[in-house]
């Protein structure tokens, strides 16, 4: 018996519908903040990842799926920003569009162990705005995700803020830590040993007990800011106390990709665990020229849809039902008329099925609830003499008789 591959997971019917609802609710709230749908491929040549997420980043060392043809070098997506870059850029968007508020779904790839709320295939949900470095355009961005977690139903997250800088001020921040852990270094983690030499702010992005200790013992907090950085922060900070979004700053949070400058952002929730983020995002104001493209500001952010089915609490959204009817038809003469039946109310849009399984009557009222029905029509001998069907309410538990001539009517009330 063949089965899934570790780290990838079979969404089942049952699960589906989760899936399209919450699908639904970000094409609605992206739609009010003015946001359109892109679809990049998920595959793309690994150079461009390898120059925007950074050679040092782990991702590239570790987990990105790699496709090798005989001349090219092909990765899995491991996340979506750099591909939504890539295609603004190649597709002259810039030029057609100038500013542009872009939003997508859809799968991602790493090959890393998996673990709660972290597969090989997982899936994104992620926007993109280029063409601004206006500090209202982070608070819009913030105070998105945070509408799109209160429609998903979840409580109890944490928005974590900070702010990079520019990139003199990110070059300044890797001087004074490296400065900072001189005397520390032993204490580090081998992986951190290591990106002291290379490339310090993933030291704060480490994971590990001991580093994680170390690093909330400095005393770093804007210490590296220019005076024009510190101000788009201080913006962005008020504007998140105008629309009384809750935040916390975290001088600490760097984020693990080599892009971010300015403003970013991490939501975290306690129902995930050690590794507790639900989403992440902020600023790339260089990302765009360095991959060929004009100089323009960007930011965006990215949910994991699978942490977010962790964490969803809402139970009218998981015992929600649907307006399928059911029919079932007691005897082959019945059956014909049935099916015709079935047919009349597709086509007048109304969702509808039949019992296929020829199960009794007890049975099929079984499955119909099992399926959670709205309505149960049944149809036999007695009912095609008189021209009726037997009408189930079965929410209310309520059934009549109703004339073929009045069912459509009677459906859609």
């Not at 542009?100 to 993109?128: A, D, N, S, T």
């Not at 702010?201 to 590296?224: A, F, H, M, P, S």
């Not at 499955?367 to 009912?383: P, T, Y």
Request: proline share 3%; charged share 30%.
């Amino acid at each position: 018996m063949y089965k899934r591959i570790a780290g990838t997971k079979d969404i089942l019917p049952d699960e589906v519908v989760l899936w399209q609802q919450i699908e639904q609710t970000i094409r609605q709230v992206f739609s009010l903040y003015n946001y359109k749908e892109i679809r990049p491929p998920v595959i793309e040549d690994a150079a461009l990842f390898n120059r925007s997420l950074g050679e040092s980043a782990e991702i590239v060392q570790k987990q990105m799926f790699l496709i090798h043809n005989k001349e090219d070098t092909y990765a899995l997506r491991p996340e979506g920003t750099a591909s939504v870059v890539r295609s603004y850029i190649e597709n002259n968007l810039d030029k057609t569009n100038g500013f542009l508020k872009l939003y997508y779904v859809g799968p991602m790839f790493r090959f890393e162990r998996p673990q709660k709320g972290r597969l090989r295939q997982f899936h994104h949900i992620g926007c993109e705005v280029i063409g601004s470095l206006d500090p209202d355009l982070d608070v819009e961005v913030i105070s998105l995700a945070n509408t799109l977690l209160t429609r998903f139903g979840i409580s109890g997250y944490k928005i974590k803020i900070n702010s990079l800088g520019c990139q003199k001020d990110k070059a300044k921040f890797n001087t004074n830590l490296q400065s900072a852990l001189k005397d520390k270094i032993n204490a580090l983690c081998e992986d951190c040993q290591v990106r002291y030499q290379k490339n310090p702010l993933r030291i704060l992005d480490c994971k590990n007990e001991e580093c994680q200790k170390i690093v909330r013992g400095l005393d770093i907090y804007e210490t590296y800011l220019c005076p024009e950085c510190k101000d788009h922060f201080a913006k962005v900070r008020e504007g998140l106390d105008v629309l009384k979004v809750n935040y916390e700053v975290v001088p600490y949070l760097v984020r693990g990709l080599d892009y971010y400058t300015g403003t970013v952002f991490e939501i975290s929730h306690p129902d995930l665990g050690a590794q507790d983020a639900l989403g992440a995002g902020g600023r790339y104001n260089n990302l765009v020229k360095e991959l060929g493209g004009p100089d323009l500001g960007a930011i965006g952010f990215a949910f994991g849809v699978e942490r977010l089915l962790l964490c969803m609490q809402n139970a009218a959204v998981k015992t929600q039902k649907s307006n399928l009817v059911y029919i079932i038809s007691l005897g082959q003469t019945a059956r014909k008329e049935t099916i015709k039946l079935l047919d009349l109310l597709r086509k007048n849009d109304i969702i509808a099925d039949i019992d296929y399984e020829n199960k009794s009557l007890k049975a099929a009222m079984r499955k119909a609830n099992d399926l959670g029905a709205k309505f149960v029509l049944i149809v036999g001998d007695d009912e095609l003499k008189k021209g009726v069907v037997m009408l189930k309410d079965m929410q209310k538990g309520e059934q009549k008789e109703v004339n073929f001539s009045d069912l459509l009517k009677e459906l859609k009330c």
